[in-house]
């Protein structure tokens, strides 16, 4: 069976990589310039690139070009911890680029989320996560505007409180965070956040949603974050329950063979997410 012409380019572009033709971050040359190369169309040259940039051998970069991608591991992500802090420990130099909006009613989705009405007034704030100056991740969080309106940590990235968590900022104004429930599942991006990312549609990515709740049990922040599988993985920190032997040395059979302790994690514990 004849082999495709996108995939015929992406085993030879693969080939020249490996042979060191184009170094770690060098740019390929112009698809229209491969096209003549290779005697096909651009669109098969940018299929075959896609198909490279899936599998973490190029790199796209938004409205610029197709760049070798130098190998890496993926970045691990406990998580609770904040994405700058996983791509510092991971060699690399953190930055984020947001955008923080007032008065933004909560659509149905992000109401659900936080317990409150459609439409209910709040921070928005989004946020393009940067490693080494490329985009890594994308965020999107959602605080209902009344628990923070006149204070000096209405912004989450600006004020006294800039960039420290929401536990602490809310802290601040007398909401004691108790907990985080996180909740992820895959999907494929849309054109929007590919773009934004520099991956392809066909990139997996894992959504992780992150919500914040009061010792009330009641919603105060929720958050959104896109992460690039061939970029990040997910590490759960899961404590067991100490087991403690009996003092005859010896198993009792039944319901209270094993002995437990454990404690809820609380504020104190967690690290301060954003």
Same mark, same amino acid.
């Given at each position: 069976?004849?082999?495709?012409?996108?995939?015929?380019?992406?085993?030879?572009?693969?080939?020249?990589?490996?042979?060191?033709?184009?170094?770690?971050?060098?740019?390929?040359?112009?698809?229209?310039?491969?096209?003549?190369?290779?005697?096909?169309?651009?669109?098969?040259?940018?299929?075959?690139?896609?198909?490279?940039?899936?599998?973490?051998?190029?790199?796209?970069?938004?409205?610029?070009?197709?760049?070798?991608?130098?190998?890496?591991?993926?970045?691990?992500?406990? &998580?609770?911890?904040?994405?700058?802090?996983?791509?510092?420990?991971?060699?690399?130099?953190?930055?984020?680029?947001?955008?923080?909006?007032?008065? &933004?009613?909560?659509?149905?989705?992000?109401?659900?989320?936080?317990?409150?009405?459609?439409?209910?007034?709040?921070?928005?704030?989004?946020?393009?996560?940067?490693?080494?100056?490329?985009?890594?991740?994308?965020?999107?969080?959602?605080?209902?505007?009344? *628990?923070?309106?006149?204070?000096?940590?209405?912004?989450?990235?600006?004020?006294?409180?800039?960039?420290?968590?929401?536990?602490?900022?809310?802290?601040?104004?007398?909401?004691?965070?108790?907990?985080?429930?996180?909740?992820?599942?895959?999907?494929?991006?849309?054109?929007?956040?590919? *773009?934004?990312?520099?991956?392809?549609?066909?990139? *997996?990515? &894992?959504? *992780?949603?992150?919500?914040?709740?009061?010792?009330?049990?009641?919603?105060?922040?929720?958050?959104?974050?896109?992460?690039?599988?061939?970029?990040?993985?997910?590490?759960?920190?899961?404590?067991?329950?100490?087991?403690?032997?009996?003092?005859?040395?010896?198993?009792?059979?039944?319901?209270?063979?094993?002995?437990?302790?454990?404690?809820?994690?609380?504020?104190?514990?967690?690290?301060?997410?954003?």
């Amino acid at each position: 069976m004849p082999t495709a012409d996108y995939q015929r380019i992406a085993d030879d572009l693969r080939r020249r990589v490996a042979e060191g033709e184009w170094s770690p971050g060098e740019q390929l040359p112009p698809r229209a310039q491969l096209a003549r190369e290779y005697q096909t169309s651009p669109a098969a040259v940018q299929r075959g690139q896609e198909l490279l940039i899936d599998t973490g051998v190029l790199e796209g970069r938004k409205s610029i070009g197709v760049f070798v991608l130098a190998p890496q591991a993926r970045i691990a992500l406990p &998580v609770l911890l904040p994405i700058p802090d996983a791509i510092r420990q991971a060699g690399l130099t953190p930055g984020i680029e947001y955008r923080s909006d007032v008065k &933004v009613p909560a659509p149905e989705p992000i109401a659900r989320r936080l317990s409150v009405d459609i439409d209910t007034l709040c921070v928005r704030t989004r946020y393009e996560y940067l490693g080494n100056a490329r985009p890594l991740a994308l965020g999107e969080s959602w605080e209902p505007m009344a *628990l923070t309106h006149r204070t000096p940590v209405l912004l989450p990235e600006d004020g006294p409180l800039a960039g420290t968590g929401v536990a602490r900022r809310l802290a601040s104004v007398g909401v004691r965070v108790g907990h985080a429930q996180v909740r992820t599942h895959a999907r494929h991006p849309n054109d929007h956040e590919a *773009l934004r990312l520099g991956i392809t549609r066909r990139t *997996l990515i &894992v959504k *992780l949603d992150r919500t914040h709740l009061a010792d009330t049990g009641q919603p105060v922040e929720t958050a959104t974050f896109l992460l690039p599988q061939t970029r990040w993985e997910l590490v759960y920190d899961v404590p067991v329950p100490a087991c403690h032997p009996l003092c005859d040395g010896h198993r009792s059979q039944g319901a209270d063979a094993h002995g437990a302790e454990s404690r809820r994690i609380g504020q104190d514990d967690m690290p301060s997410g954003r």
